[in-house]
């Protein structure tokens, strides 16, 4: 009996686990999209782009083989991390207070795609260098013309899908009016495997540990902005930039890690709140191709994994006689993702209008709010517990 096969379109890092996942489960798993280049990486120099990577993420690529594939110097666990309201309020985290030895780790998207490239290239799956054009009656056109007609097709080309918009699979999408802005700096001071974040009522800044550098220690910034903010920024001339974005960092982070210094080029990117319906006959989405959250929790990553990994989990628990592109399948994907999804996707656009509202009792009430979490360790193991999932 000939495997059932499974195409995925999207070779990025969600792409390139669900074909993996896909192989080692026992399907015939072929990629569709471009390939990257990924040599090793020269000393001290790190991708812009870096991932908090969850328990429960790091436990699946663990799974999957690639997370001992990777280079472990370049790997940074946050072991505590530190949020800051825009008054008094402040929650302290700590990986002791839920018996774990890490509360995420941070990794660069680089070294994450380089390791599952080597693992797809080692089982021998197909990889289609080239891009999807059309889908008509279940079968994939490319651009050069060829046709492919697998069992399932998953979508794993990101937030401008062509395999949603070709499926008909419906979307919705708002704008927040935001831009994350990302740089790796110089810290004066150690980090001390702490990731650090300050919510300051129109802008939301995360510090997170990374490797030392013959520079000396290092952090990667992540700061959301409102866009005139985030454009007048990125508009001034180099050296003039560098020095207000220090200036701001120093006086919102208080001089937590004394001064910082700008050490890469700075990219920002706009910020949107995405859903959609996940599936349709012979067709289902994962990751950013079927949603977006604020980049404030740091889960956009986790919450995809979690997408391929449930994918997976129900097409192997399928009865035999139903085919991978089962309706009735690929509906008990989406119904096992709509919790998790639903939920990550208020916890953080709630947090984002609580901390975007300037009243008086409002931002009473969320610092407030921070220091009675501060002070109940059952609430932050619940937050740690969440955190991993």
């Known amino acids: 009996m000939s495997k059932e096969s499974v195409l995925v379109c999207g070779s990025g890092i969600a792409g390139l686990a669900m074909a993996l996942g896909l192989a080692k489960a026992g399907f015939h ?40 594939m990777m280079d472990a110097s370049r790997v940074t666990p946050v072991e505590t991390m530190e949020v800051y309201g825009d008054a008094s309020g402040v929650v302290h985290l700590h990986a002791w207070q839920a018996a774990q030895t890490a509360l995420a780790w941070i990794v660069e998207s680089s070294e994450l795609e380089r390791a599952l490239q080597q693992a797809v290239q080692v089982f021998g799956i197909a990889w ?10 279940r079968k994939v056109h ?46 004066e001071l150690p980090h001390q495997n702490v990731a650090l974040q300050w919510f300051t009522g129109d802008t939301v800044l995360a510090l997170l540990p ?41 006086a919102v982070s208080g001089g937590r890690l004394g001064r910082l210094t700008v050490r890469s080029p700075l990219f920002g990117f706009p910020l949107f709140l ?3 319906a996940m599936v349709a006959p012979g067709v289902a989405l994962v990751s950013d191709a079927a949603h977006r959250v604020h980049p404030l929790a740091g889960q956009g990553l986790n919450l995809g994994l979690g997408d391929v990994q449930g994918l997976l989990n129900v097409l192997m628990a399928k009865e035999a006689y139903r085919a991978v592109g089962d309706t009735r399948v690929l509906h008990r994907y989406r119904r096992a993702r709509a919790e998790p999804i ?40 619940m937050l740690i517990g969440g955190a991993g999932r």
């Open 128 to 137: 289609h260098v080239e891009k999807f054009q059309k889908l008509e009656s």
């Open 29 to 68: 798993a072929e990629l569709l999209g471009p390939r990257s280049t990924h040599r090793v990486p020269a000393n001290d120099v790190y991708h812009p782009r870096v991932y908090a990577i969850s328990s429960s993420s790091q436990a699946f690529l663990d799974g999957l083989g690639i997370w001992s």
């Open 342 to 381: 639903l939920a990550m996707s208020l916890a953080t656009d709630g947090l984002h209008k609580i901390f975007a509202n300037s009243t008086a009792p409002v931002a009473w009430g969320r610092n407030v709010g921070m220091r009675v979490v501060d002070n109940i360790p059952l609430l932050k193991r």
């Open 142 to 187: 490319t651009e050069s013309g060829r046709v492919l007609t697998p069992d399932l097709l998953v979508g794993a080309d990101g937030a401008k899908s062509a395999v949603r918009s070709a499926a008909g699979i419906s979307h919705q999408s708002r704008a927040y009016g935001d831009q994350g802005l990302v740089v790796h700096l110089n810290s």
């Open 210 to 250: 990374m490797p030392d550098t013959t520079e000396g220690h290092q952090v990667s910034m992540v700061w959301s902005m409102p866009d005139d903010m985030a454009k007048t920024l990125m508009a001034l001339p180099e050296t003039e930039r560098n020095h207000q974005l220090e200036r701001r960092l120093l």
């Open 274 to 276: 995405e859903s959609s």
